[in-house]
T-cell receptor, first 111, second 112 residues
Framework: GQQLNQSPQSMFIQEGEDVSMNCTSSSIFNTWLWYKQEPGEGPVLLIALYKAGELTSNGRLTAQFGITRKDSFLNISASIPSDVGIYFCAGNAGNNRKLIWGLGTSLAVNP | ETGVTQTPRHLVMGMTNKKSLKCEQHLGHNAMYWYKQSAKKPLELMFVYNFKEQTENNSVPSRFSPECPNSSHLFLHLHTLQPEDSALYLC???????????FGPGTRLTVT
């Protein structure tokens, strides 16, 4: 089935560094969602984006809905060890309520 | 605390067993979802219920049978499963049925 291209697949960074990850789609999306999943838990919604160009922050996290409506970006500033986890993007297109999911970006932070 | 609870957290079952997964949401949402999460694959939507009515069945085999007695509870009845059904089964809810917003911790299912 359709899926999003999410990159990078994994990242290993030092505490304090900034992190950037992105998702791209071959089709135009109406909604972009960013989730974080920690081991043994379900995904937790971090940020929801509903309009092209929208820039939304949640603490040290900032996400943007690309102006082409085919991509989205998530940035984490000044990373800390508890940022470790898998970050997923998801979105839906047109009138289709079904979310399309990326494969995730696995983030490891070295204290 | 996400407001969505799932039991059991872990389940091991044989291919001839019958078991059920339970999900409860305490958020006052109207829509509930079952997802399957397997390694190296995107999350797979299985079923969606909106106001207790099933609005989506994503070509799921009949060995998975959902039940939604009210807007707060969702079950997934399992019977004669296959080893490839081993995965993390996630329940989610949302207010409007447009997209799953809040997930439970999941049930890690192993079929032997």
């Amino acid at each position: 089935g359709q899926q999003l291209n999410q990159s990078p697949q994994s990242m290993f960074i030092q505490e304090g560094e900034d992190v950037s990850m992105n998702c791209t789609s071959s089709s135009i999306f109406n909604t972009w969602l960013w989730y974080k999943q920690e081991p043994g838990e379900g995904p937790v919604l971090l940020i929801a984006l509903y309009k092209a160009g929208e820039l939304t922050s949640n603490g040290r996290l900032t996400a943007q809905f690309g102006i082409t409506r085919k991509d989205s970006f998530l940035n984490i500033s000044a990373s800390i060890p508890s940022d470790v986890g898998i970050y997923f993007c998801a979105g839906n297109a047109g009138n289709n309520r079904k979310l399309i999911w990326g494969l995730g970006t696995s983030l490891a932070v070295n204290p | 605390e996400t407001g969505v609870t799932q039991t059991p957290r872990h389940l091991v079952m044989g291919m001839t067993n019958k078991k059920s997964l339970k999900c409860e949401q305490h958020l006052g949402h109207n829509a509930m979802y079952w997802y399957k999460q397997s390694a190296k694959k995107p999350l797979e939507l299985m079923f969606v219920y909106n106001f207790k009515e099933q609005t989506e069945n994503n070509s799921v085999p009949s060995r998975f049978s959902p039940e939604c007695p009210n807007s707060s509870h969702l079950f997934l009845h399992l019977h004669t499963l296959q080893p490839e059904d081993s995965a993390l089964y996630l329940c989610a809810s949302s207010l409007d049925g447009l997209a799953a917003k809040y997930f439970g911790p999941g049930t890690r299912l192993t079929v032997t």
